[in-house]
């Protein structure tokens, strides 16, 4: 069992967070981005990257080849489907994709929106960590939060399509 403290304040105790998000039993703030038989999206407001969507399966496994040919098939048109609207209604140009197997949830990726800022933490996968903690320590004012919130609400009208 894990505590997690939610946006709110309160704290809830899961056996995975993954498992309670996609369950609904945790709301991430800015709500479900687009949910499909086999994965639930959303943005994770912990760090405040506008675009920034978190994929996770509905299952609890953790490794890629543990995907049926359903899940498989589905996986890729959701990425790809997010990915055009973050162009599209972002004007997101570039991404990062990580994803992890030893996590202590279950299997998800990150799609994290590449912006210039962020070049001052390199250019390759040791800017990540950086990127995000800079986000969450400096770029939380409520006017970016809003700018977030805009966006995610943004990225759902265009997934609708
Ligand atoms: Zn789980």
Known sequence: ??????????????ECLS???????????????IET?????????????????????????KCLDELTEEEAHDYILLI?????????????EH??????????????IWMV???EWMTQFGRSVESLRPALLHARTNMNSIEETNQIINSINKLREALLE
């Open 19 to 33: 498992c309670a998000i996609v369950g609904g039993l945790v709301i991430p703030e800015g709500g479900v981005l």
């Open 113 to 115: 929106p590449r912006y």
């Open 80 to 92: 790809r489907k997010i990915r055009k609207a973050q162009r599209e209604v972002l004007g997101i």
């Open 37 to 61: 038989d086999y994965f639930h999206a959303h943005q994770d407001v912990a760090y405040p990257i506008t675009g920034q969507v978190i994929v996770a399966s509905k299952r609890h496994i």
């Open 1 to 14: 069992m894990r505590t997690i403290t939610l946006a709110d304040g309160q704290t809830i105790n899961v």
């Open 95 to 108: 991404v990062y994709y990580f994803y992890n197997e030893d996590t202590t949830h279950h299997f998800h």
